[in-house]
């Protein structure tokens, strides 16, 4: 809500000082400036990003204004680990085997369908039961595996947030390119259009360069930290489960060990105490 209200705003400030220091909304509307702008800035894009990085953005993008990294998910994450390390410790490592082979079948997975839905965290977690069930890694050898995976998780995570971000420096650049243009056509219409004609097209040029600007800071830049808050929100529930698996691989009980993940989490939806131990007990 905050994003889509920061979103009019930009715009309400924008337009509504121009309206009201008696500028005509028509001659913003300059289609032929939003080609070159967009174009340019969406070639540039494909220039210097893999194919994949498209989709992967735009995904991200339509999601930016409703983050699924909320207390709720918290504790549903934080549950889910209980409960598939608390069935480990009664039963044995051999007994989750199902559950992480599996996980759309299992009964404890199931009852936790938003981190079902997210099949690398799923995947994540999953991978890192099967080495702990094997036995044969130390609890400081496995938080090395992590930390190397986490590094590379947080180049890809980050990516999108980096490639918005270069958008957003170049657009005043494709701002300017297209005033250019717009000066050129003008200048060699001198001598064969009267003044007012003129005037017209030095004014449409000048909405090139306000263009690029305004969508370089008013929303380009918006986007790509809005993007870098995201990975970092999905990055640092990712270092909470590893510090849950990890303090489990050291010896620490369930409700310890979920402990240790909690302290993790960034404090803005990060569940108290008191409700992760109710999670607990009522899971």
Known sequence: MAKILGIIVVFASVLGGYVLSHGQIAALIQPFEVMI????????????????????????????????????????VLRLLYEILNKSRREGMMAVEADIEEPAASP??????????DERMTAYICDYLRIMSSGN????????????????????????????NRIA???PGFGIVAAVLGI??????LGEAAQADLGKHVGAALVGT??????????????ATSLEHDAKEELNLFEAIKACLVASASGMPPTLA??????????????????????????
């Open 258 to 283: 979920v402990e240790f993940g909690r302290k993790v989490l960034f404090p803005a939806h990060r569940p108290s105490f008191s409700e992760l131990d109710q999670a607990m007990r009522g899971g």
């Open 169 to 171: 420096d170049g657009l």
């Open 210 to 223: 306000f263009l690029g600007i305004l969508a370089a800071y008013g929303f380009f830049g918006p986007l």
């Open 108 to 117: 404890i997975f199931s009852k936790y369908p938003g981190v079902l839905k």
């Open 37 to 76: 702008i967009g174009g340019a800035a969406l070639g540039a894009f494909l220039q210097a990003n893999p194919g994949s990085t498209t989709m992967h953005v735009l995904k991200k993008s339509l999601k930016m204004f409703s983050s699924r990294f909320t207390h709720g998910f918290y504790l549903e």
């Open 184 to 189: 050129v056509v003008t200048m060699a219409m």
């Open 137 to 164: 890694m130390a609890p400081h050898e496995l938080e090395g595996l992590f930390d190397m995976e986490l590094g590379s998780l947080k180049e890809e995570l980050e990516h999108p947030a980096h490639a918005v």
